[in-house]
């Protein structure tokens, strides 16, 4: 078990595939449908910041947790990183135009959201969901 | 993954088949108001009901698609958002504010039909 799936984001085919595998993951591990979605929503926003930002990067999907199972996906790029972290998690805000749902909205979905950047080295968003 | 898009009388109705790239969201957008445009519509259906998710960049698609076309002088609804997707795309934060949906194809037919009627 356990097992890490890693999902080489370079295109917005591969946002589909991986939100695709996070869902698989997560109804195989008993998740309803509603928190699967969440799941898969997640991952697609993160995968999507990944190719607009970064151009590239990799999402990874594994299970953790014991009594109760747990989704654990963590969004890594190399790209520019971000500058002011605070104002990237403020509702509304975006450097690309969009509609700056990204890190708020997905913090939303999930039960646990970090984000560790680095300007100049890249990016990791680690979030976690478990099983209600 | 190209969606195909039916003629029905003045409407005209999109059918999603599958999960969509963003690249399939933007060729659909283009290809929705070409067809606007040659088929003289007044109404565009949108079945969405396959579609796995509804993030921020599908839906904001989906916005400027009604958008478009409304410009247009025509109607566009989005029909078949699964509960569960409903609920994702609330939490996210998205409403798809000014896009008329309905519950599914036959509902969405009946407002087009019910307007193009009381409008005739």
């Given at each position: 078990?356990?097992?890490?799936?890693?999902?080489?984001?370079?295109?917005?085919?591969?946002?589909?595939?991986?939100?695709?595998?996070?869902?698989?993951?997560?109804?195989?591990?008993?998740?309803?449908?509603?928190?699967?979605?969440?799941?898969?929503?997640?991952?697609?926003?993160?995968?999507?910041?990944?190719?607009?930002?970064?151009?590239?990067?990799?999402?990874?999907?594994?299970?953790?947790?014991?009594?109760?199972?747990?989704?654990?996906?963590?969004?890594?790029?190399?790209g520019?990183?971000?500058?002011?972290?605070?104002?990237?998690?403020q509702?509304?805000?975006?450097?690309?135009?969009?509609?700056?749902?990204?890190?708020?909205?997905?913090?939303?979905?999930?039960?646990?959201?970090?984000?560790?950047?680095?300007?100049?080295k890249?990016?990791a968003?680690?979030?976690?969901?478990?099983?209600? | 993954?190209?969606?195909?898009?039916?003629?029905?009388?003045?409407?005209l109705?999109?059918?999603?088949?599958?999960?969509?790239t963003?690249?399939d969201?933007?060729?659909?957008r283009?290809?929705?108001?070409?067809?606007?445009?040659?088929?003289?519509?007044?109404?565009?259906?949108?079945?969405?009901?396959?579609?796995?998710?509804?993030?921020?960049?599908?839906?904001?698609?989906?916005?400027?698609?009604?958008?478009?076309?409304?410009?247009?002088?025509?109607?566009?609804?989005?029909?078949?958002?699964?509960?569960?997707?409903?609920?994702?795309?609330?939490?996210?934060?998205?409403?798809?504010?000014?896009v008329?949906?309905a519950?599914?194809?036959?509902?969405?037919?009946?407002?087009?039909?019910?307007k193009?009627?009381?409008?005739?």
């Amino acid at each position: 078990m356990n097992n890490i799936i890693r999902v080489p984001i370079n295109t917005d085919k591969d946002i589909v595939a991986a939100r695709q595998q996070g869902r698989a993951l997560a109804l195989s591990l008993g998740f309803s449908e509603t928190d699967s979605t969440l799941v898969a929503t997640a991952i697609s926003e993160l995968a999507r910041n990944i190719v607009t930002y970064a151009k590239k990067g990799v999402i990874q999907i594994q299970s953790n947790g014991n009594s109760r199972p747990c989704i654990q996906v963590i969004a890594k790029d190399r790209g520019a990183g971000i500058a002011n972290i605070k104002l990237a998690l403020q509702d509304g805000f975006s450097t690309s135009g969009s509609l700056g749902l990204g890190l708020p909205g997905v913090k939303r979905l999930v039960d646990e959201f970090k984000v560790v950047s680095k300007i100049g080295k890249g990016t990791a968003v680690t979030f976690k969901k478990w099983k209600s | 993954m190209e969606v195909p898009v039916l003629k029905q009388g003045p409407f005209l109705i999109a059918t999603v088949q599958a999960a969509l790239t963003d690249e399939d969201l933007v060729h659909l957008r283009k290809a929705m108001i070409e067809r606007v445009v040659t088929s003289r519509s007044l109404g565009v259906i949108i079945d969405v009901t396959a579609m796995d998710i509804m993030d921020s960049f599908a839906s904001r698609t989906l916005c400027e698609i009604a958008q478009m076309i409304h410009l247009r002088g025509a109607d566009t609804i989005i029909v078949g958002i699964q509960p569960e997707v409903a609920f994702a795309m609330v939490q996210l934060g998205i409403t798809l504010e000014g896009v008329v949906t309905a519950l599914d194809l036959e509902e969405g037919l009946s407002y087009l039909k019910e307007k193009f009627d009381s409008d005739a």
